[in-house]
């Protein structure tokens, strides 16, 4: 039997790949792809992440924590006895690939669901050609509001920036006690204009005075005129909602213009690469995030120390929203009465109290998770858990 399965599964799949190729009414925007296909005996899904640019490390760790998710499951047999099979593709950080490349997912690949993208802007990109053909998407961590207001296919399985705005706002007003902040943000990114909104909005109903705001577009390498108008207002603090590359290097150059002040990120910061890049420039500087590598709930000690084991890395917060992106999925593939479009996202919609390693997940009525998030401290070139902050009731 063990030797017969590989080919049967090879069988199938040359078959499958035939009569697609040979029937020009494949599957097109709003036709359910993958219905009619001849039962497989692999499902397949797919992912979307920025593997390479200078948000490499988002997609590189996202991947390994679906990739961790995915040997789990296929070796506890796979999901309803068949195996699951990962098709992953490089979006170099751009919104135009990323639309390119979920359409061959869609359509070439067929696959059942899709799990990406990080950035905001990217899901927003790769979101609406899932919405158009009918394949469930979840965002392991795109937290800009608009990404699951696309349409009844796109989930996510982290909070949203409007609870994150108002967590960095409280923290810094109330654990800080900080009255004066001044904000930089990217403003090519769906994710920094929006935390930065938000951030504003919840720090000054705080009784926060934000000093001025500026921005920068990513890719962007001197920042001295925003720091220089920055300095002037005399800030203790500024907040910068962007991403790490960026965000290491304006906190660099901040040091050497001799702006003191405390900087506030959101999660973009996630990275290994942000110490890399800013040095002791970020020591101090505080950001929030989905996890705390160092939470004592079993769920996460123990993603904690396979991760390591298969990485010989401590996992940053996105490849925990990989691993529980995943998880979830082939949860829901489970109790899915099919595997089509919209039975499948419906199955994903009635997610309750999953036991994930970013917190416990119900999937809510505009297909978001509400969860805590953690604040952590960049202490020896290592984020450290500060604090913890629940959603507001
Ligand atoms: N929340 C960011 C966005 O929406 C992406 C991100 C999540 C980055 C988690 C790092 C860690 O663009």
Not at 75 to 94: H, I, P
Not at 160 to 175: L, S, T
Not at 239 to 263: C, R, V
């Amino acid at each position: 039997m063990k030797l017969l399965l590989p080919v049967i599964t090879l069988g199938l799949l040359a078959l499958t790949g035939c009569s697609d190729k040979g029937s020009p009414a494949g599957a097109g925007p709003g036709s359910q792809a993958a219905s009619k296909a001849p039962e497989a005996t692999t499902i397949k899904i797919g992912e979307f992440g920025s593997m390479t640019g200078s948000e490499a490390t988002f997609g590189q760790s996202t991947h390994n924590g679906i990739l961790l998710a995915l040997e789990e499951v296929n070796a506890a047999g796979g999901v309803n006895g068949k195996k699951v099979e990962l098709k992953s593709y490089d979006d170099q950080g751009k919104s135009q690939e990323a639309g390119t490349v979920v359409t061959r997912l869609i359509t070439e690949d067929k696959v059942v669901a899709i799990l990406g993208e990080v950035a905001s802007s990217l899901s927003l990109a790769g979101g609406r050609v899932a919405q158009q053909y009918g394949i469930p998407m979840i965002s392991p961590s795109s937290t800009n509001p608009q990404v699951t207001a696309i349409g009844d296919m796109i989930f996510r399985v982290c909070f949203i920036d409007p609870y994150q705005g108002y967590v960095v706002a409280k923290f810094a007003r109330e654990n800080l006690k900080f009255s004066k902040v001044a904000v930089l943000y990217d403003q090519g990114q769906a994710y920094s204009k929006g935390l930065k909104d938000d951030f504003i909005k919840a720090f000054t109903e705080m009784g926060g005075t934000v000093t001025v705001e500026q921005s920068y577009t990513g890719g962007d390498q001197d920042f001295s005129a925003q720091l220089t108008t920055i300095k002037g207002t005399s800030p203790e603090a500024v907040f910068l909602p962007g991403y790490y590359t960026e965000a290491g290097n304006i906190s660099l150059q901040a040091k050497k213009l001799g702006l003191i002040a405390t900087m506030l990120g959101g999660d973009g910061w996630d990275s290994s690469k942000l110490a890399e890049i800013a040095g002791d420039a970020i020591e101090g500087a505080y950001y929030s995030n989905h996890y705390a590598a160092e939470d004592t709930r079993p769920e996460v000690q123990e993603f904690v120390k396979k991760y390591q084991a298969k990485y010989g890395s401590v996992p940053d917060g996105l490849a925990a929203l990989g691993y529980d992106a995943a998880r979830l999925l082939f949860d829901a593939m489970r109790r899915a009465p099919s595997l089509a479009g919209k039975d499948l996202a419906a199955a994903i919609a009635s997610t309750k109290d999953f036991p994930a390693v970013t917190g416990v997940i119900s999937i809510d009525a505009e297909r978001n998770a509400t969860k805590p998030a953690v604040v952590l401290q960049m202490k020896g070139g290592k984020p450290v858990y500060a604090a913890t902050v629940e959603p507001r009731k």
